[in-house]
């Protein structure tokens, strides 16, 4: 069984571009979450996507950050524009719904912004 | 404060040493306890979950939670050298799915 999958795995931009964060999360997981860990700080959570539905966004910085899924299938997480605070690395996460606790994690992308 | 306080180490401790990872944290709603390891350029890989208080045994893995102190812990029985990783912890309140992150402990067992 093929694990959660995240695109790119780094990303180097400059201030004020565009970045687009890809996750496939593990086949029929419903939930589907997104956290960052900004250097030196712990990871926090951004949100939360029951299928294609955000069920939590209460995470998410500011609206500079745009999260979908839509088709309940990948998720993408865009910021628009990137500012230097928000480099750091990005992670993805997958559970069934069944257990919320068990949340298989991706490699996250590390996220660079100059 | 931080809600959940976690020693970031770093913790370099000898082959075949018990390891005693520690949290603490403030919010008394949490039910939902886990640890995590995660090793370089990896996402966290969950180890232990527990439910309120008490303790849980996994092979060389054991989890213990002391609600009434705030406090749990994780212990590593006979460690080794592939136990070097950064040990996190998390924990969540009752049908909140936003999981509270320690910063991490890194550890390294030194052959």
């Known amino acids: 069984e093929a694990g959660v999958t995240q695109f790119p795995s780094h990303s180097v931009i400059e201030k004020g571009q565009t970045v687009t964060l890809r996750c496939d999360p593990i086949?029929?997981?419903?939930?589907l979450y997104w956290y960052r860990r900004v250097m030196g700080k712990e990871i926090k959570f951004l949100l939360h996507f029951v299928k294609e539905s955000k069920q939590d966004e209460s995470g998410m910085p500011n609206n500079r950050f745009l999260a979908e899924r839509t088709g309940g299938t990948y998720s993408t997480l865009k910021v628009q524009p990137a500012e230097l605070e928000d480099s750091g690395v990005y992670f993805c996460?997958?559970?069934?719904?069944?257990?919320?606790?068990?949340?298989?994690f991706g490699p996250g992308t590390r996220l660079t912004v100059l | 404060q931080k809600e959940v306080e976690q020693d970031p180490g770093p913790l370099s401790v000898p082959e075949g040493a018990i390891v005693s990872l520690n949290c603490t944290y403030s919010n008394s709603a949490f039910q939902y306890f886990m640890w995590y390891r995660q090793y370089s350029r990896k996402g966290p890989e969950l180890l232990m979950y527990t439910y309120s208080s008490g303790n849980k045994e996994d092979g060389r893995f054991t989890a213990q939670v002391d609600k009434s102190s705030k406090y749990i812990s994780l212990f590593i029985r006979d460690s080794q050298p592939s136990d070097s990783a950064t040990y996190l912890c998390?924990?969540?309140?009752?049908?909140?799915?936003?999981?509270?992150f320690g910063a991490g402990t890194r550890l390294t067992v030194k052959p």
């Open positions: 996460a997958s559970t069934p719904g069944h257990r919320p606790d068990t949340q298989y």
């Open positions: 998390a924990m969540r309140s009752y049908n909140n799915n936003d999981m509270r």
């Open positions: 086949s029929g997981h419903d939930n």
